[in-house]
């Protein structure tokens, strides 16, 4: 029998999204930010309705539409076993791979110098460097004979303009040297820190809350910024190890089948925000990563998903009625 429920309906109106509410405070950061939604829930939040619903080490929250992992990250980090499920592929990657605190912090940040050292030698060799943003650059810059683009399919489902075409190359550079020199140890952190790098610093996406177009940037640091994010998950890593055996799992999984991956009476608490009273497209916001990680490579992915959303908005607006 589940003891309490807390459903955190539109925790922000639109204006404060992009103001202060829905910053992280600076003590709040570690682990969230390793990727997260624009319209994600402040951890603070799930802080307060774990306290007033008594939470304990021997209880287990829920949150049925984790997305980036918000509600799970928290009670990890407040010693409190948890389960999420999110049906969107990479919003699930990000949840697992952000309460998976097992990997060795040192071993995680010289495994991707490395893999910066090889992927900068390789630019390098075709002429390019890694260097900073050129944010605001009008001239084109000079693009390596062999430019690496995407397969005709998976380039029609970004949105235009999404990456210009040095970035994109830069960033088809490094997946593919994290693929050749993979440490199975390290692979999952490290693609994470790239999905969070590419939609807040490669892209030319902008979020105010809804995805869009900002300034075009004709190159900007690849390597650079992905090795920044590793850095920010290595400290994480290093400060949190000793709750890192705290249960914590997140189902790539439907919630109205949640007896498919859930036992019966295993659930104390749930905490959760629904997808329907935002209409948002969640795949559309992390379709950029989504594409390039190889989430979704195909058309019928990306219509199965809109279908989705589809869905819960008619069912929002038959609720309205
Ligand atoms: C409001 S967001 C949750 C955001 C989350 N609280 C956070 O802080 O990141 C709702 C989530 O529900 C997910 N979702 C939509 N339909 C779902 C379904 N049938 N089963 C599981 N998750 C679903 C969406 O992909 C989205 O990530």
Not at 162 to 184: E, Q
């Amino acid at each position: 029998m589940i003891d309490a429920v807390a459903m955190v309906v539109n925790p922000f109106t639109k204006r404060d999204a992009t103001r202060e509410t829905n910053r992280l405070a600076l003590s709040d950061r570690a682990v969230h930010d390793w990727y997260r939604f624009v319209l994600s829930y402040p951890p603070h939040l799930v802080d307060e309705y774990l306290i007033r619903f008594g939470a304990t080490k021997d209880s287990c929250v829920l949150d049925p539409f984790c997305g980036t992992g918000t509600t799970v990250v928290e009670c990890k980090k407040q010693g409190i076993p948890s389960v999420g499920i999110e049906v969107n592929p990479v919003a699930q990657f990000a949840g697992a791979v952000k309460t998976d605190w097992t990997p060795d912090a040192d071993g995680l940040l010289a495994h991707a110098n490395e893999i910066a050292a090889i992927a900068r030698g390789e630019l390098r060799a075709q002429g390019v460097e890694d260097g900073p943003s050129t944010t605001g650059r009008t001239d084109t810059p000079t693009l390596p004979a062999r430019l690496r683009i995407l397969p005709p399919e998976p380039w029609s489902l970004l949105l235009t303009n999404s990456i210009s075409p040095l970035p994109l190359h830069k960033t088809l550079t490094l997946l593919d040297v994290l693929k050749r020199h993979h440490d199975d140890r390290y692979r999952r952190h490290e693609l994470l820190a790239l999905a969070n790098a590419l939609p807040f610093s490669i892209s030319n996406l902008r979020f105010g809350p809804e995805v869009g177009l900002g300034a075009i940037k004709l190159d900007t640091s690849v390597v650079g910024v992905w090795l920044d994010s590793v850095r920010a998950i290595a400290a994480d890593l290093r400060n949190l190890s000793a709750k890192a055996s705290v249960p914590a799992v997140v189902h790539h999984a439907d919630a109205r089948q949640l007896l498919d991956v859930l036992e019966p009476n295993s659930i104390d608490i749930v905490i959760t925000s629904p997808p329907y009273p935002n209409e948002k497209d969640y795949t559309r916001t992390t379709r950029l990563e989504s594409v390039l990680l190889g989430f979704i490579n195909t058309k019928e992915r990306t219509a199965r998903a809109e279908a989705r959303t589809r869905a819960f908005q008619h069912t929002r607006r038959v609720q309205e009625r």
